[in-house]
């Protein structure tokens, strides 16, 4: 995912930019390690992360990959569910 593809749900990362959150890959790679830890805990050890400010980035196995992106793309498809993901996130 890259910065067009964020860029489209910048306004929820920037109802919480007093506490750092800029909705770039670091904060993309925050929401998947929530995903991780709460819905794909089996993954854990199969997936890393390599986000730079301009761009999400995930490697792994790719079936582990498939199901992360499927998580990923309910959260960016629906701004109530990226809201309570990040109110659990850390900054990475």
């Known amino acids: 995912m ?47 992360f390599d986000p730079e400010a301009g761009m999400f980035s995930a490697q792994g196995p790719l079936e582990a990959l498939k199901r992360l992106g499927k998580e990923m793309k309910k959260v960016f498809d629906d701004e109530t569910l990226l809201r309570d993901i990040l109110s659990r996130a850390e900054l990475d």
């Not at 306004?11 to 794909?40: C, H, M």
């Open 2 to 48: 890259s910065d067009k593809d964020m860029a489209a749900r910048v306004g929820v990362f920037e109802e919480r930019s007093g506490a750092g959150w800029q909705g770039n890959g670091y904060d993309w790679t925050s929401i998947a390690r929530v995903l991780v830890d709460e819905k794909l805990p089996d993954l854990k050890d199969e997936l890393e």
